[in-house]
């Protein structure tokens, strides 16, 4: 399984970006896929996450109401629209997929994507 992540970079506060995760390689039903970030410093967090196959999704109570998460079957692609962006959204997202190996969730994780917010 490969996740490629793409999107990041230097954006105003205020301002839009989107991120995408392109996921390949995969031969398992997909269990979960879901954005993660870590600032300097802190420890990664969950920013939203899709369940299964994308009629629930949640979110981070800090980017309720200004980031979107989507998926694209078809592309095996995910989505995550942000939009009023602030300085502490700065952090590396990266892009997680869950699969149901036999019975068993594993993980795969992307490469990590920088999002810098400025003031």
């Known amino acids: 399984v490969q996740l490629v992540e793409s999107g990041g970079g230097l954006v105003q506060a205020g301002g839009s970006l989107r991120l995408s995760c392109t996921a390949s390689?995969?031969?398992?039903?997909?269990?979960?896929m879901g954005w993660y970030r870590q600032a300097p410093g802190k420890q990664r967090e969950l920013v939203a996450v899709i369940i299964g196959g994308g009629g629930r999704k949640n979110y981070a109570d800090s980017v309720k109401g200004r980031f979107t998460i989507s998926r694209d079957n078809a592309k095996n692609t995910m989505y995550l629209q942000m939009n009023s962006l602030k300085p502490e959204d700065t952090a590396v997202y990266y892009c997680?997929?869950?699969?149901?190996?036999?019975?068993?969730?594993?993980?795969?994780w992307g490469q990590g994507t920088q999002v810098t917010v400025s003031s």
């Open positions: 997680n997929l869950v699969l149901a190996v036999l019975g068993t969730p594993r993980d795969y």
């Open positions: 390689g995969i031969t398992f039903s997909i269990s979960a």
